[in-house]
Nanobody
Framework: VQLQASGGGSVQAGGSLRLACADS????????MAWFRRAPGKEREFVAG????????IYTESVKDRFTITRDRARNTVFLQMNSLTPEDTAVYYC?????????????????WGQGTQVTVSS
C-alpha cells in the first residue's frame, strides 16, 4: 500500500483547498481512512475519518462544518474538502489507512501513512 497525498498549498484565511489521498496499492477499499495533521511545534492531531463504504464519518470538533471527508472507492482515493480555512489549520496533513473498517481518532489504529502535504493559511 502506498498512500500519496496531494492538494496542499498556500491560501488566505477564508479560502478553500481539497486534499486527495490516492492508494496506489488498491488495498484500502475495505478499510477506514483518515486525515491527521501536525502543526509546527504540536502533536499530531486527528482531523477526519471515514468508514470503508463512506457511510460513517467523524471529525475533530475544530473542523466540523468546515471540512468534509469523502472517498471514491472506484478510484481508491480519499478526499478532504477544507473550507473557511484559518491560520490555525496550517499544518502538514497526512492520510492514513485504518486497521479496521471504521475510522478511529487515535493514530495507533492506522497502519499505513502517506508522506504528507503542506497546508499554509495566511491571515
Amino acid at each position: 500500500v502506498q498512500l500519496q497525498a496531494s492538494g496542499g498549498g498556500s491560501v488566505q484565511a477564508g479560502g478553500s483547498l481539497r486534499l486527495a489521498c490516492a492508494d496506489s496499492g488498491r488495498t484500502s477499499s475495505n478499510n477506514g481512512m483518515a486525515w491527521f495533521r501536525r502543526a509546527p511545534g504540536k502533536e499530531r492531531e486527528f482531523v477526519a475519518g471515514i468508514s470503508w463504504n463512506g457511510d460513517n464519518t467523524i471529525y475533530t470538533e475544530s473542523v466540523k462544518d468546515r471540512f468534509t471527508i469523502t472517498r471514491d472507492r472506484a478510484r481508491n482515493t480519499v478526499f478532504l474538502q477544507m473550507n473557511s480555512l484559518t491560520p490555525e489549520d496550517t499544518a502538514v496533513y497526512y492520510c492514513a489507512r485504518g486497521i479496521g473498517s471504521y475510522p478511529a481518532r487515535t493514530g495507533n489504529r492506522y497502519d499505513k501513512w502517506g508522506q504528507g502535504t503542506q497546508v499554509t493559511v495566511s491571515s
